[in-house]
């Protein structure tokens, strides 16, 4: 369904709205939400250690977390329905820069 205006979106970001007061701790994101799928919403996290705690408060499984690559980025994502929303959660993984030296052990 495309949504034709911001209602057609509202009870998406009613509920990312709920989430956001009942999980005030979780780490700050880039959330998207298209006209084209308004009953979705894209979390981009910038550290692969954040995707855990919003798995935790959305409820789903460890399983279903997945490594993946997003273009030649190793990512660390998860997607999973709560509530009547599709979350994509996702955060690529840094990748390691040619000519820096190791740190001795």
């Not at 205006?5 to 979780?26: I, N, P, V, W, Y």
């Not at 997607?79 to 390691?96: D, E, I, L, N």
Request: net charge negative; charged share 20%; with cysteine.
């Amino acid at each position: 369904m495309t949504a034709r205006t911001m209602g057609d979106q509202a009870s998406t970001l009613a509920f990312l709205a709920e989430l956001a007061l009942k999980h005030s701790q979780l780490p700050g994101a880039y959330i998207t939400i298209s006209r084209f799928t308004p009953g979705e919403l894209s979390v981009q996290l910038d550290s692969p250690g954040k995707v855990e705690p919003w798995r935790e408060a959305l409820g789903v499984p460890v399983e279903e977390v997945f490594e993946d690559r997003i273009g030649n980025r190793l990512s660390l994502e998860f997607r999973a329905s709560a509530y009547g929303v599709m979350f994509h959660v996702y955060s690529t993984c840094p990748q390691a820069h040619e000519g820096v030296p190791a740190q001795a052990a």
